[in-house]
């Protein structure tokens, strides 16, 4: 199995068991590959729909599901990358959003697997000639 990044969807699922088929295979992958990565970019979104939804008593929970989850910074290189798949998606009026470039620009920088369920967002950027690779562990 290929290391992954998993995309903020894919993480609320595995946090909130919500999908016995993404749990099953975070599993597998934690069993097989090792802890479970994501980017700090949906640590942000999580936190932010947290306060958006005026629900801040979940943060503890977040931060205590997170340990053994390896977070991946979002450093200069990382945004060099983002900044390149943000203006091809706008120049081409394909526009996702800004955290989405910024997460695919981790899983490509450490060269990981995006895993996500939103794949006709990232496909896109696929599209555009970006070397992500995309999974949905819900198929």
């Not at 942000?44 to 997170?66: C, F, N, S, W």
């Not at 989850?69 to 800004?98: C, K, M, W």
């Not at 997460?103 to 696929?126: P, Y």
Request: hydrophobic letters at 40%.
């Amino acid at each position: 199995m290929r290391r992954c990044i998993l995309d903020t969807d894919i993480l609320s699922e595995v946090f909130r068991a919500k999908n016995t088929r993404v749990a099953t295979r975070a599993e597998a992958y934690r069993t097989t590959v090792g802890p479970l990565i994501m980017s700090a970019v949906s640590l942000m979104e999580i936190v932010k729909g947290l306060y958006k939804h005026q629900r801040p008593d979940l943060e503890e929970r977040i931060a205590a599901q997170t340990l053994d989850v390896q977070i991946l910074p979002f450093t200069s290189d990382t945004a060099h990358i983002a900044g390149r798949i943000y203006a091809d998606l706008e120049r081409n009026g394909q526009t996702i959003g800004r955290a989405d470039p910024m997460i695919a620009a981790t899983a490509i920088e450490h060269d990981l697997t995006l895993i996500t369920g939103n794949t006709a967002h990232f496909h896109r950027i696929q599209r555009l000639g970006h070397p992500l690779l995309i999974e949905d562990w819900r198929d």
